[in-house]
């Protein structure tokens, strides 16, 4: 057995969430960079440019990439031969996530309840904690900053077991077309199909963490990840939703076998911000 100690994970966690809230994706600014040079009207070009100055502005003068810090989310695999010693893994990120909003001055944006909307936690805990035991000896964290406008706009459906590509293609595109601007395009999509009701949901979100420039390795999934990337991106909305041609820079999908008579859909919105990391103990 391998034990990795609670202040390692602290440390790194802490450290992690003030990079990404500052720092933006390096593929998502090579995305952001494509699609300015792709696009025709000058109103989106103007968008896209902002919103890469704001990325440039954000890490030189950390100031946070969006004022809406987020929700923490996190993906860890435990390896089977880890011995976590302190604290439980879920009270040292939920520590972590305490000191880095302090540290880093970010918005607390948690309620305690959610009828009420009070009290505010303070300090942006709990996180959204989902746990994976793996083989070997590492500890594998996959951390979001998912901020409220893109999450809300997502989306569940079971669609009945005969439904062909072209109506999944059509539903995700009709819930982008309902979103426009609010989940503050160009999107990434994380799309969670299969499975049941709560892993088709729990796929969509962990499809956000699979690098932009990645291609799925089956290729009829991947050619499904195209044909809706150039839909949604054929709806006009555009950055912003200020017209244009890229309402989305990436799709991810995530399949999951599921029940004969049952065919679930899930589709996770991302906004243009994209805060995430991987971290590996």
Not at 24 to 45: F, Q
Not at 121 to 133: C, L, Q
Request: charged share 15%.
């Amino acid at each position: 057995m391998r034990i990795i100690p609670a202040a390692e994970i602290h440390t790194a966690v802490t450290e992690a969430i003030g990079n990404i809230a500052y720092g933006i994706d390096p593929l998502l600014k090579s995305a952001l960079e494509r699609a300015l040079a792709a696009e025709t009207s000058a109103t989106a070009r103007d968008v896209l440019s902002t919103l890469l100055e704001n990325a440039a502005v954000s890490g030189r003068a950390r100031i946070p990439y969006c004022q809406d810090t987020g929700t923490v989310v996190v993906f860890a695999g435990i390896g089977n031969e880890v011995l976590i010693s302190g604290a439980l893994l879920d009270e040292i990120i939920n520590s972590a996530v305490s000191d880095a909003w302090k540290v880093n001055y970010l918005r607390p944006s948690i309620v305690c309840c959610p009828l009420s909307r009070t009290p505010n936690s303070g300090d942006n805990t709990p996180a959204v904690i989902h746990h994976r035991i793996t083989a070997g000896d590492k500890l594998h964290l996959s951390i979001a900053l998912k901020g409220g406008g893109a999450e809300n706009m997502s989306a569940i459906k079971m669609l009945s077991p005969t439904a062909s590509e072209d109506e999944i293609i059509g539903y995700v595109t009709e819930i982008v077309t309902k979103a426009g601007g609010k989940a503050c395009p160009p999107v990434i999509l994380g799309i969670g199909i299969g499975g049941n009701f709560e892993t088709a949901a729990m796929n969509a979100k962990h499809a956000l963490f699979v690098p932009l420039d990645s291609r799925h390795p089956d290729d009829r999934i991947a050619r499904l990840e195209q044909r809706i990337l150039q839909a949604v991106n054929a709806t006009g909305i555009g950055p912003q939703g200020m017209g244009g041609k890229t309402t989305a820079l990436a799709v991810h999908v995530i399949t999951a076998p599921c029940h004969i008579a049952s065919l679930p859909v899930a589709i996770n919105l991302q906004c243009h911000a994209h805060r995430h990391c991987e971290i590996i103990l």
